[in-house]
């Protein structure tokens, strides 16, 4: 067999879809941007998936790239065959145009054409039905196959499991999908039997998911709702790929990974055999380097934790074998080498990754090294781990326990993980509900009660009103929850002190962030907590020295952060009082969080605010900004604050005093927040959305400051950039782009002599039972026929059919039902009732299905026919 390479196969792939009409997009950073229900870009489709809601419409329909993806939930596995943190995806989509028979059309030419592959070699699953997700099995994609020269008994249906994909992260498009898999012979294992079991593991590799046929959009709640239109999802992992063409062992064994497992064992001085660990440090070194060439940090949370994790990971190894450190720069040499030229923010990133990277490894080095100090010591002393011990060493040098496994491991020694499982269970007794999970120990919520002894302490002070910066001594430190009395750098920990600078949480403002400086400690306060006993939580990590019980040190605010904070608590207040002006007295507040970035404010009031009542809150607030008034602040009753008219949250139970913050006559309010000295500190006021949050509350979201004045920015640039689309001045850009909308309208409608832009004039709209039967003609392409019946059934709350006839005399039905009449009819069942009378076929989820008619008798009355399948099916 001649080996086909990495490089051949990416090019073979996008090169046969660009000659079949797909446009080569770039793919995008790893990092997702403005998607929080997605850890890491994991496939091709995820970057994309504003393109199959319907949100943004690409360029052109039909796209292929290759992708970066990061798959995190495979990282205990990887070091096997072929499991991997980091590979990259070739894809092929065709968004709201083509679906299952050209989509299987095109992937039996490239598997034949492009990859030489025969088809005796070829397996293909398809979706086996579900009733509970209501989607029949997928007998198009079957046929399919067949007509391409797939035979029958090659064509295997799979249930959901295996055959219905998506979505990507926890909510987004997904669907049933066909899959291609590679036979590689009877050596590894007998053959497929039609009806017996399809031996996915070891003779058959899957090599392409050639199409996840996306119809839904699953909700956040677990709710599937049909997709505005169909779309096709094609990923195939290039390194399995090339395993699976050139009858590779592993994935190790490509031209993409092997250079790099040699340069591992080259640093370990490990010549021979390649064994687990030098396939682990391979993936590992690669995933981090994208990762961090796409811009994620270190940290220990979130995103951050993924290349701390899998760098501490490769420190481990290396000190477990022996060495003092890792040397990983010849091996980030060659990662760069053989990704740089696909990828450039990697090949621009060296000096960034090596500095990064050697950082994150001398922190930890240490933390390791006296971490393994300590389990040497505790294995002389009773040559066993215990559960407790490995649970310790988490707690107090930041070693997950697995690499506490593995370094006992390396000494002969075994840990027992029940006991530890135990233990960890005690433990989160102990901190109530602290959890702790495989992402490092947990900072405190503000929800949790301190322990016992921690709660006797004498309650914090805070300065923070009127400085910054304060001396204070540490008079508790709690990891996980539980006090120790030192605290070594690396290991997230909430620090209690006498008295604080740090704004604790609370009144809708963030906690305080900042610094901490003792006589041998440095470290970093990420947030600031406060408990209902009465002591503030800082959350704080060393990143150098150690910290104990009783230490003197100094604790600093982030002035800058904190000054942005307090501009959005001003004009929080300032646009409290400005919408009790512009909408009524009725308006109270119902919740609002102050951050740096950006104020949200919820308040009570009956309806959307129209444009015209946005703009002028804007304009009351920035000239209120514009007094210069001054903060005041004064102590005094509830009783005299209700007097002199300050606002108050409703039910809110307050103490003997109250502090009353104002603003000139403009605004008075109970608040415990900080504030800016004047109003012009607040700079500039935006607000960039107002929306329903529940019935009866609207929520506005706002910036200030630099964040205003940015926001009104990237406003003028988006709207000059749609100037120039329109070949228009920005004045005229609405004017023009309704022209615009106008001229294409008419093309669409096949109306173009008559002058009429596309409008669906219903030839029927009549009542079935008591169901409403809407159905009308309209010119346009199938992907304006589903968008308009589904915006009519939901507008007549019916059932709506819109058809087209093209010149061929090819007949396009659509059927469309209201959520109301869905739960009573089938859409599917009705088209395919429709057109198998008269010579067609259909298919579709429940709520909007499709059907094709070659040739319509004559005569036919398509309205006339919706009501006979109607009456026959309600009656049914
Ligand atoms: N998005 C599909 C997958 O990742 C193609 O398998």
Redesign the pocket.
């Known amino acids: 067999m001649t080996r086909v390479g990495s490089e051949a196969i990416r090019e073979t792939f996008l090169g046969f879809f660009e000659k079949n009409g797909h446009a080569r997009i770039a793919g995008a950073p790893v990092v997702p941007k403005n998607d929080p229900t997605l850890l890491f870009i994991?496939?091709?489709?995820a970057p994309l998936k504003p393109y199959f809601t319907g949100e943004v419409t690409p360029a052109h329909p039909d796209l292929c790239n290759y992708q970066a993806c990061i798959r995190t939930k495979d990282i205990e596995d990887v070091g096997d065959r072929h499991h991997l943190t980091f590979f990259e995806?070739l894809?092929s989509w065709s968004i709201g145009n083509y679906f299952k028979d050209h989509a299987i059309e095109l992937a039996y030419g490239l598997l034949t054409d492009g990859f030489k592959l025969k088809p005796s070699q070829l397996y293909v699953t398809v979706f086996a039905g579900d009733p509970a997700l209501g989607i029949p099995a997928d007998e198009e994609s079957a046929a399919a196959w067949e007509r391409v020269g797939i035979s029958r008994d090659h064509i295997v249906a799979l249930p959901a499991e295996d055959n219905f994909?998506?979505p990507?992260g926890n909510s987004g498009p997904c669907g049933p999908?066909t899959e291609v898999f590679l036979d590689t012979g009877d050596a590894f294992g007998p053959a497929y039997v039609p009806g017996g079991e399809f031996d996915t593991k070891r003779r058959y590799i899957e090599i392409w998911?050639a199409g996840?046929f996306m119809q839904f959009n699953k909700g956040l709640d677990g709710t599937f709702q049909p997709l505005p239109f169909t779309s096709v999802?094609?990923?195939s992992g290039l390194e399995r790929l090339e395993l699976a063409l050139n009858g590779l062992d592993t994935v190790y064994e490509s031209d993409l990974l092997a250079p790099v497992v040699t340069s591992v064992q080259e640093m370990l001085g490990e010549t021979g055999e390649i064994q687990r660990h030098h396939r682990l440090i391979a993936d590992h070194m690669r995933a981090s380097t994208i990762i961090l060439a796409d811009g994620a940090r270190p940290s220990n949370e979130g995103r951050g934790y993924i290349p701390r994790r899998l760098v501490r990971k490769c420190v481990t190894v290396a000190l477990s074998r022996g060495h003092d450190t890792l040397n990983f720069e010849p091996v980030l040499d060659v990662i760069i080498d053989r990704l740089g030229p696909h990828y450039p923010r990697i090949a621009g990133g060296r000096d960034m990754l090596t500095e990064v990277i050697r950082a994150e490894r001398d922190d930890f080095g240490r933390t390791v090294r006296r971490g393994m100090e300590r389990l040497d010591g505790i294995i002389a002393g009773k040559g066993a781990i215990d559960g407790a011990d490995a649970f310790n060493m988490f707690a107090t040098y930041g070693l997950p326990v697995e690499i506490t496994k593995e370094i006992a491991a390396e000494r002969g020694v075994e840990v027992s993980l029940d006991d530890y499982e135990k233990e960890f269970r005690q433990h989160q007794v102990r901190s109530r509900g602290v959890a702790e999970t495989a992402s490092g120990p947990k900072h405190l919520k503000a929800s949790d009660v301190l322990p016992g002894t921690i709660a006797k302490l004498p309650r914090t002070d805070f300065l923070g009103y009127d400085g910054l910066t304060t001396q204070a001594r540490v008079l508790a430190i709690l990891v996980n929850g539980n006090p120790v009395e030192t605290l070594e750098s690396g290991v997230p920990a909430d620090l209690i002190v006498d008295r604080t600078p740090f704004y604790a949480e609370g009144g809708g403002q963030v906690g305080d962030s900042g610094e901490l400086v003792g006589t041998d400690a440095h470290g970093r306060i990420t947030s600031t907590l406060s408990h209902s006993s009465g002591h503030s939580t800082h959350h704080v990590t060393l990143i150098d020295g150690s910290l104990a019980v009783g230490d003197q040190i100094e604790l600093s605010v982030e002035a800058y952060a904190r000054v942005r904070t307090a501009a959005n608590h001003s004009a929080t207040h300032l646009l409290n009082a400005a919408l009790r002006r512009v909408l009524g007295d009725h308006v109270t507040q119902a919740g609002s969080l102050v951050e740096p970035e950006r104020l949200r404010f919820d308040f009570t009031h009956p309806t959307p605010m129209t444009a015209e009542q946005i703009e002028a809150t804007e304009r009351l607030v920035n000239d209120w900004i514009l007094t210069g008034a001054k903060r005041h602040v004064d102590i005094m009753t509830p009783d005299e604050a209700k007097a002199q008219g300050a606002i108050s949250l409703a039910g809110e139970a307050y103490g003997d005093e109250v502090r009353v913050v104002s603003f000139g006559s403009m605004s008075k309010e109970l608040c415990g927040g900080t504030h800016v000295d004047h109003t012009t500190m607040i700079g500039s006021f935006r607000i960039t959305t107002e929306q329903s949050v529940a019935a009866g509350v609207r929520r506005i979201n706002a910036v200030t400051r630099d964040g205003a004045i940015n926001y009104a920015l990237e406003q003028t640039h988006t709207l000059r950039e749609v100037s120039s689309v329109l070949r228009s001045n920005p004045r005229d850009a609405a004017v023009a782009a309704q022209r615009l909308l106008d001229r294409v309208n008419r093309k669409g409608s096949g109306a173009a002599e008559a002058g009429q832009p596309a409008t669906v004039r219903p030839t029927l709209d009549t009542t079935v039972g008591d169901v409403r039967v809407v159905a009308g003609k309209l010119n346009a392409e199938m992907p304006v026929l589903r968008t308009e019946a589904q915006r009519l059934s939901a507008e007549h709350n019916g059932v709506v059919m819109l058809w087209n006839t093209a010149d061929n005399g090819k007949t396009t039905v659509v059927v469309s039902l209201a959520p109301a009449v869905a739960a009573r009819l089938n859409a599917t069942a009705i088209v395919r009732d429709l057109t198998g009378r008269v010579g067609g076929s259909g298919g579709g989820s429940p709520a909007i299905a499709q059907g094709g008619v070659p040739a319509l008798p004559a005569g036919t009355d398509l309205g006339q026919e919706l009501v006979t399948t109607i009456t026959a099916l309600t009656a049914a």
């Not at 994991?42 to 489709?45: C, E, T, V």
């Open positions: 994991n496939s091709g489709m995806m894809g994909w998506g990507a999908c998911n996840v999802d094609t990923g």
